[in-house]
């Protein structure tokens, strides 16, 4: 199956740093998650990597069997 996974705080509002969904496009997974969850996914600073590499877009992506989308948080330090 193919995995979500959640970074920093966005483990913390997803409640877990992964979860199994099913294989299908992107936009229809998101639609199937918790609406406070997918507006956190889907702000303009959070960055996504899909099987390790940066992506821009995720508009015409499908997941499939084994894939990871990895949900990046911005990073402040000092």
Known sequence: ???????GRLEDVAGTGELAVAPGPVEQILAQLDPALAVQLLGEKVRMALNGSLITD?????????????????????
């Open 1 to 7: 199956m193919p995995r979500l996974v959640f970074l």
């Open 58 to 78: 995720m508009g015409g992506i499908a997941l499939g069997e084994g894939d990871e989308l990895a949900f990046l948080p911005p990073v402040s330090g000092g």
